[in-house]
């Protein structure tokens, strides 16, 4: 009998947790693989972008087993395995890679052309990343053990602080991915849209940057308060449709030296209603040319 448990994507709006199979030493087409570990997952994250699945806004099938955001401990190992031991602990990269490709190779590890025979890139529990399951369970398999896994040096320092280090599979290096595509540096006035985990993650890595000013904006007035309360500059959309005017409050100027989108393709107009591309047409017009 298994001992799996996992989160399981049944339809729009319709998440469960089921047994599921054990982990297996097998790629999704079934090859046996040597190169993988067996984790006993720690702790994981739901992200933003499970919630488009779940809401029904992809092509997602019922029977898909959720997460990406995985954090756990090593209970077996391939032969191939040489850099990780039973016990470590580690954090798992959300993007599937096998570290010897062009793209690997070249640090584009999203992007992997290996590891999904339908296009480049794969993930584990994502629709149409390779058929990785995912990682929103009790034991999840990771390939590429050596490459893709990030061990903790120190088991219960590491433990200790497990809530914060579970940030490290996706959602920090997403926002830190932004804020440096952006160019945020020493002395940036930064605009972040959105002040969910990503736009916060985003923020806090704008100002690891360096930059002088990082507003976070958004209308979730919980969400708003909390940004505000961890240093940042919460601009409130809901007060206004002319996104330069709420900046201008904050810096006397209403236009900013980079802009990070942290929303996505829900984005929501002032006002009430979808428009998904809202904030790219707003930042456009915040944002100082070049
Ligand atoms: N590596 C990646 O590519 C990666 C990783 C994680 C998340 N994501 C994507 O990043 C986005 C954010 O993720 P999250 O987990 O923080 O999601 P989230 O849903 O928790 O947060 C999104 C926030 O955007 C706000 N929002 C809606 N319309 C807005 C607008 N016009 N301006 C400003 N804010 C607006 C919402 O109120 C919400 O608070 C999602 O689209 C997710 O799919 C991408
Ligand atoms: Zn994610
Ligand atoms: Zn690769």
Not at 9 to 17: A, F, I, Q, T, W
Not at 93 to 116: E, H, I, M, Y
Not at 224 to 241: I, P, Q, R, T
């Amino acid at each position: 009998m298994s001992r799996n448990r996992g989160v399981v994507y049944l339809g729009p709006g319709k998440v469960e947790v089921q047994d599921i199979e054990d982990p297996k030493f097998a790629a999704p087409d079934g090859r046996r693989i040597e190169h993988a570990v067996i984790l006993k997952v720690v702790s994981t994250n739901i992200c933003g972008s499970d919630q488009h699945m779940v809401r029904g806004r992809t092509t997602a099938e019922a029977g898909l087993v959720l997460g990406h955001e995985i954090t756990g401990e090593v209970i077996e190992k391939g032969s191939d395995v040489e850099m990780l031991e039973v016990g470590d602990i580690v954090s798992v990269p959300f993007n599937v890679a096998c570290g010897r490709c062009r793209c690997c190779k070249g640090q584009d590890t999203g992007v992997c052309l290996t590891v999904n025979p339908a296009r480049a890139g794969g993930a584990y529990g994502y629709v149409d990343m390779g058929g990785w399951i995912g990682g929103q369970a009790r034991y999840v398999m990771v390939p590429y053990a050596d490459f893709n896994l990030l061990k903790f040096p120190d088991r219960d320092r590491a433990m200790e602080k497990i809530r914060d280090l579970t940030m490290l599979s996706d959602i920090l290096p997403t926002g830190f991915h932004g804020a440096v595509r952006a160019g945020a540096g020493v002395g940036s006035i930064v605009y972040v849209a959105g002040a969910g985990p990503v736009g916060l993650a985003a923020a806090a890595s704008a100002r690891i940057l360096g930059a002088a000013v990082v507003m976070i904006g958004d209308f979730n007035k919980e969400r708003l308060a909390h940004a505000a309360k961890v240093g940042f500059e919460a601009v409130d959309l809901s007060k206004s449709d002319r996104l330069g005017d709420l900046v201008a409050e904050v810096t006397g100027s209403d236009e900013v030296d980079c802009a990070i989108d942290a929303v996505g393709f829900e984005a929501r107009r002032h006002g009430g209603g979808e428009q998904p591309a809202i904030v790219l047409n707003q930042m456009m017009e915040i944002t100082r040319a070049a």
